[in-house]
């Protein structure tokens, strides 16, 4: 293949191209890293769930840029689910750190949306830079139990926050539609009046 053979394909072509040589198992470890993002593979040391906090045990190597990607997080008995096992539910996917002030209010913020019973919302927050290996899992079920968080808390990561235009300031939130596509995006603190009205604009976009 010739250089300007390489630039007429484009960079969709040059990721396709790599995926196709990697299924093959003849892509270069060096190349491999810079066009396909990482997939999480869980280590052997868990603890990789307990209660309502989870490692993300996989997300979809490929999405498309007006598609949420699809994501996997274990229960507390460690039953697998996914996000878009949930395709009757909005999803508000809220990226925290347990060490900003910003983040506390973001979550009682969410804490105060989610007690108007709105049952059609699936609401995830994720933990960036809470550690790995089990700590992260260890260190977001103590910060639930806290601060009294009944729903799913994830373990993140830079290379799971890439997947959604990479996460620069926390909190950051998303609202996912029903055809999972992100109608919301908000960089920094929003209130529950405003996180409430974008959820009821993306129940309306069918």
């Not at 072509?13 to 196709?20: D, E, P, S, Y």
């Not at 977001?140 to 806290?146: C, G, K, N």
């Not at 959604?164 to 919301?184: E, N, Q």
Request: charged residues 20%; hydrophobic residues 45%; contains cysteine.
């Amino acid at each position: 293949m010739h250089g300007r053979d390489i630039i007429a394909m484009g960079s969709a072509g040059l990721l396709a191209l790599a995926i196709m040589l990697d299924l093959q198992g003849c892509l270069p470890a060096s190349i491999r890293t810079a066009f396909i993002p990482k997939t999480i593979v869980v280590d052997s040391t868990g603890p990789h769930f307990l209660h309502h906090s989870s490692e993300i045990k996989y997300w979809d190597r490929i999405s498309t840029a007006d598609r949420a990607t699809n994501f996997a997080w274990m229960d507390d008995t460690g039953k697998v689910h996914e996000m878009n096992e949930y395709y009757d539910k909005i999803v508000v996917l809220s990226f925290f750190s347990p060490n900003s002030i910003p983040s506390l209010n973001q979550l009682r913020a969410i804490d105060s949306a989610r007690a108007l019973g709105d049952t059609n919302v699936l609401w995830i927050g994720v933990g960036m830079k809470v550690g790995q290996n089990g700590k992260g899992v260890m260190l977001l079920d103590s910060f639930a139990r806290m601060h009294k968080i009944n729903y799913e808390l994830l373990v993140g990561s830079p290379d799971f926050g890439f997947t959604y235009g990479g996460i620069d300031v926390v909190p950051t939130t998303f609202v996912v539609t029903l055809r999972r596509k992100v109608s919301a995006t908000f960089e920094g603190f929003v209130n529950a009046q405003n996180l409430l009205s974008a959820i009821s604009d993306a129940e309306k976009k069918r």
